[in-house]
Nanobody, 117 residues
Framework: QVQLVESGGGLAQPGGSLRVSCVAS????????MSWYRQAPGKDRELVAF????????YYKPSVRGRFTMAINMANLTMSLQMNDLKSEDTAVYYC??????????WGKGTLVTVSS
């Protein structure tokens, strides 16, 4: 069973930084397509970043490119999303997702990021 546990959300000022993390198993990180999503109040859930597990490249939503960095650390089995130069529009619940080769998606419960002065 795939388990994903996010942490690290909180309050940041505009222009500040936060890091959110997702803990999963070694098997999950090696065999599932990993990504970060977010859902702002009153809006649909949207893709923020995902790793192409075949090429090793990472795609970023254009509005976060250059500010956010997704990484997977296999030593401590943690996927992170480092968020810099935060803006009010980055306020959302952030979720990590694992997609199996059969297309089944597994989600964490999310962690809230609030950007406000």
């Amino acid at each position: 069973q795939v388990q994903l546990v996010e942490s690290g959300g909180g309050l940041a000022q505009p222009g500040g930084s936060l890091r959110v993390s997702c803990v999963a198993s070694d098997y999950t990180f090696r065999h599932y397509a990993m990504s970060w999503y977010r859902q702002a109040p009153g809006k649909d859930r949207e893709l923020v970043a995902f790793r192409n597990e075949f090429e090793g490249s990472i795609y970023y939503k254009p509005s976060v490119r250059g500010r956010f960095t997704m990484a997977i650390n296999m030593a401590n089995l943690t996927m992170s999303l480092q968020m810099n130069d935060l803006k009010s529009e980055d306020t959302a619940v952030y979720y990590c997702k694992a997609r199996a080769s059969n297309g089944m998606d597994y989600w964490g419960k999310g962690t809230l990021v609030t950007v406000s002065s």
